[in-house]
């Protein structure tokens, strides 16, 4: 299971190439900040017509990264 949190933002933290969507489309006023995205790569370790064989124990790899380009510049 995966499960991620953040704390509440104490002060808005958005350029204004990337304001926050309750400005842009509503009326919220609230702090926010941008969240990066995680991205997954998995690695099944499938044979090449991608099957594994039946009754053994297979072995996922799964690796988090995110964009490096989506580092927030202050």
């Given at each position: 299971m995966w499960q991620y949190s953040?704390?509440?933002?104490?002060?808005?933290d958005t350029s204004t190439l990337s304001?926050?969507?309750g400005e842009t489309v509503g009326?919220?006023?609230a702090a926010c900040r941008p969240e990066p995205l995680?991205?997954?790569r998995y690695d099944f370790g499938l044979a090449l017509d991608?099957?594994?064989?039946?009754?053994?124990v297979h072995e996922i790899?799964?690796?988090?990264y995110r964009n490096a380009s989506a580092?927030?510049?202050r």
């Amino acid at each position: 299971m995966w499960q991620y949190s953040s704390a509440t933002a104490a002060k808005n933290d958005t350029s204004t190439l990337s304001p926050c969507i309750g400005e842009t489309v509503g009326s919220n006023q609230a702090a926010c900040r941008p969240e990066p995205l995680i991205f997954l790569r998995y690695d099944f370790g499938l044979a090449l017509d991608k099957t594994a064989e039946a009754g053994q124990v297979h072995e996922i790899t799964v690796v988090a990264y995110r964009n490096a380009s989506a580092t927030i510049r202050r």
